[in-house]
DNA sequence: ACATAAACGAGACGGTACGTCTTGTCTTTAT
DNA sequence: ATAAAGACAAGACGTACCGTCTCGTTTATGT
């Protein structure tokens, strides 16, 4: 999860080729910018106007290549997404989800990230195409590495192989839910930190439940 | 988690006896004029203006009571959590948690809790207050349901005992968090239905873990 | 001019002689506190709560006895002027007006008069009965300075008898209007002192006019 | 007192040139919305924000060219007296004083001068910067009309001509008073009509004094 | 002495306007 | 054609006062 695609702005069409080109340099500094905002002001105070003068561009510049507030954020928090999470290889199941919630856990301790992630999940609650984004530009990339620990764990014959495509997905989907629900809720809702301890706990729980760990 | 304590709304200050004293109805007007606009505009258009004009009241009244719309909501939303979380006894710990689920998926399809929630957790990773009150007014009140369940569990004896108070304070947090994470996961970020048959397998998941599962 | 009758406040009516009366402390205090607000807020910024805080008083007890900001200000304003206005006989008509003259624009340095004549006749222009009111406690206590002025002058030989009361009274009414809006204009429109200088030649004015002048 | 220099709207500064230039016909818009609300509502009643509604203008448009609602009304005010003082020669010194007064005291009668003038005159008491606008915008221009009429006197020979320019510019300044103070006085303070029979009287007592009227 | 009734303080209340801020668009000049 | 600057209409923000109201308390009578 390291090459980025490009970050894919809505407002971005297929142009002719006639006219200025616009510099790619700007497209960066009003993403740097909204981060910046991001952590100074949080999702409430953040303005458009005031990203644009932080990235010493008009207004008019930002509204050409974004729609709104909601796109600007889920574009610049995405970009954290592509740069911090990876799967590399620990060794075991239970090494390699601990490794991915710490990852994820250090990842959501960023206030940029704390702030706009919750900030856009709830706008999305009533705008399907920002939940449709949220989806492609966030969580599906999430969701790679669910399916590349399953395999890997699969090959070192820790989890059985699935019976049919559709499990699979939704077994995948669960997982998914059951790891970042937790981390985040642990780090955002409940407000304590997801350290060692926590996480240890937490994928004990993951991987022999409730009744499982009673027996050990 | 039937009987809700006074709402406790932050800017209710013990009071001298002088003076014309608030009316508790004005409490409650404002309240439901939230609730009833957050279904039809959503925590982004909701105004306060619009609340105390839905409400049949000033906004000095409503501004006199909450320091803002996050406080105002916060108790708002807690109010259905009350109303509507509770945990009767079905027999198995597997049906008590099946049962506390639904519930909780059920009230977060409601759009006021939907959209809600998430804006105030946002606006929670930057106003330590905001934070204690969500804590005090929704989060601490679902935890006793987990702390009820187990005792019910250890009652039947599905569950051991703690060895020590703190361990005991501990799991029921770890536990609380990945229950209620996993749930507002499913539901607000990745977008699906929190459905019967999600829940039974999340529920296998939570007993039995990725390894029991394997086993069974 | 010296011996105030009753300030009359207006909503002051006859009443059945049971319950508590009202203090006369309480007036003096309110029309105290309304002229020392006018000193430092001025017209504009003053405002009734304000006023009834200066005064130790609710609220409830200043409408109980003024109507609004208008009526409460021209009472206050009313009795400076007939504090401060008075007529010593100096022996000559000329000096007579200049002394009137200089004792109206002392009058008028006082921050409280200087703002609220002004204002209280800027608002009168709309409301009778406010104008009334200025008519009677303010304009007719002045215009018996005119009156007894003219009599003095008259026993002295210095000016004729009317020929009619009716010419008498338009004729008192005129020179009033010369005089006070002379001073008034200069000192508050124009912004330039009132001293012994320009009192003197507007005293030659009044008493030679321009023609006259030119004689002498 | 014709042709008007441009209004010299406080909050415009010089410009760099790019940018959206101000419509000036907004500005028309405003101060004719402003005269109109005047007449209608009164000084005390006068609302910016209604002001902004008539001229079908945003507040914000408004508030970006005054600075507040006395600046506002005194570039309104300053307007009519632009439009409707002027000085005809009638041939006469006698003459042109009457004209002058007749047609200063058909402005005064306009509501939207009358409440406004001694509105703004009353805030300049408290307000240096606003007294110079008014100084500016209005006293000045109408005293031009004193200087005007003393000169065509003086070539009739009904004036003689000054000693010295200071002095000059003292009796000037003193006939003005005199002359605006008499006709404000007898029209807002009084409340009286200021009609050819009074004026005439005015006019006698200002050319021959009471003393010079005495002797005729 | 004891009721009656008004005055009084405190402060909640429904309103209205304030002056500022942000949004998204539009219009200009400059590159 | 794109960029920067900034005007613009719209409308929410949170505050301040308005004038009214509802309390509980106090202070004069009139019995």
């Not at 954290?80 to 490794?99: I, N, T, W, Y």
């Not at 449709?132 to 590349?148: E, F, G, H």
């Not at 790891?179 to 729980?205: C, M, N, P």
Request: hydrophobic share 45%; with cysteine.
């Amino acid at each position: 999860m390291t090459s980025a695609p490009p970050p894919g702005c809505a407002g971005r069409r297929v142009r002719g080729r006639t006219g200025r080109p616009r510099s790619p340099e700007t497209d960066r500094a009003i993403l740097d910018a909204t981060r910046a905002a991001l952590v100074e002001l949080g999702w409430g105070k953040l303005t458009l106007g005031d990203v644009a003068a932080r990235a010493g561009v008009a207004k008019t510049t930002l509204y050409r290549r974004w729609a709104g507030k909601n796109e600007l954020v889920v574009d610049a928090v995405a970009a954290l997404f592509d740069e911090h999470l990876e799967l590399p290889d620990r060794g075991s199941l239970q090494a390699d989800v601990e490794g991915v919630v710490l990852q994820f856990a250090a990842l959501l301790e960023r206030p940029e990230a704390k702030t706009a992630l919750m900030a856009v999940v709830s706008e999305s609650t009533r705008d399907d195409a920002l939940r449709a984004r949220i989806r492609s530009a966030i969580v599906d990339r999430q969701k790679t590495l669910v399916l590349l620990g399953r395999r890997r764990a699969q090959a070192r014959g820790e989890l059985p192989f699935e019976e049919s495509p559709a499990a699979a997905a939704r077994d995948a989907d669960l997982i998914f839910d059951v790891i970042a629900g937790a981390v985040v809720h642990r780090a955002l809702v409940s407000g304590e930190r997801v350290d060692a301890e926590w996480t240890g706990a937490f994928v004990a729980l993951l991987l022999f439940g409730l009744a499982g760990r009673t027996a050990t």
